[in-house]
């Protein structure tokens, strides 16, 4: 093939690609904000894919941002032009229980930052990604299919399990590390005291966990 017609080509191929690739990340982005009154319940959050850091805060609000974006799953992904306008936040919110998530999930890498009141109690299920929890003094529970949860809490827990099925778990007290209970590719730690009806409960399927006060 003629060396003119092939550069040709392939700077056509290239605009294409680039044109295709703006289009696409000109509605593959949006973020949400809203704000809920706080009146006791447990706050959940359902999250597919994405990173969540959820923070105490001394307000009686659930404040909450969600920055949202087509995944990049694979390298010709623009191609599906995923338009995540229409995304919008899918809350329940019932006299138990303010169930946070997406109207869609499918194809999208969430972004969550949560401020709750300190006493809130706190319920993640996620799929893959990262949670980050600071500050909360009451009961948390995650659910983490693949990734890494941070735990900085002010609680005094009447009972403590950690388990990661494939990977790591760290926890440690007043900056002294406790021992972890460890098998061929797993590890876990568990701990029942008195004086406190908090529990803490973190299950990673793979990946690390860590958690200190």
């Known amino acids: 093939m003629n060396k003119a017609i092939l550069a040709s080509l392939t700077m056509s191929v290239a605009l294409l690609l680039s044109v295709c690739s703006m289009d696409a990340n000109a509605s593959s982005e949006v973020t949400l904000v809203d704000e809920f009154n706080y009146q006791g319940q447990q706050v959940v959050l359902d999250m597919d894919v994405g990173r969540a850091e959820l923070i105490a805060s001394d307000d009686e609000q659930v404040r909450v941002e969600v920055s949202v974006k087509a995944s990049d799953t694979n390298w010709l992904s623009f191609w599906s032009n995923k338009d995540v306008t229409t995304v919008t936040l899918?809350?329940?919110?019932?006299?138990?229980?303010?169930?946070?998530?997406?109207?869609e999930q499918d194809d999208l890498?969430?972004?969550?930052?949560?401020?709750?009141?300190?006493?809130?109690?706190?319920k993640?299920?996620?799929?893959?990604?990262?949670?980050?929890v600071d500050g909360l003094s009451a009961s948390i529970d995650i659910d983490l299919g693949v990734g890494?949860?941070?735990?900085?809490?002010?609680?005094?827990?009447?009972?403590?399990?950690?388990?990661s099925g494939v990977g790591e778990v760290s926890i440690s007290e007043n900056g002294k590390a406790l021992a972890v209970d460890r098998n061929l590719?797993?590890?876990?730690?568990?701990?029942?005291?008195?004086?406190?009806?908090?529990?803490?409960?973190?299950?990673?399927?793979?990946?690390?966990?860590?958690?200190?006060?």
Do not use: C
């Not at 993640?124 to 980050?132: L, R, T």
């Open 90 to 103: 899918a809350v329940v919110d019932s006299s138990d229980k303010l169930v946070l998530k997406l109207s």
């Open 185 to 213: 590719v797993s590890q876990s730690f568990h701990k029942q005291q008195s004086g406190s009806d908090e529990q803490l409960y973190v299950s990673v399927g793979v990946g690390e966990i860590s958690v200190n006060n």
């Open 148 to 163: 890494r949860t941070e735990i900085k809490h002010q609680a005094q827990y009447g009972e403590m399990t950690l388990k």
């Open 124 to 132: 993640v299920d996620a799929g893959v990604g990262e949670v980050i």
């Open 109 to 122: 890498n969430q972004d969550w930052r949560i401020y709750l009141p300190r006493h809130a109690k706190l």
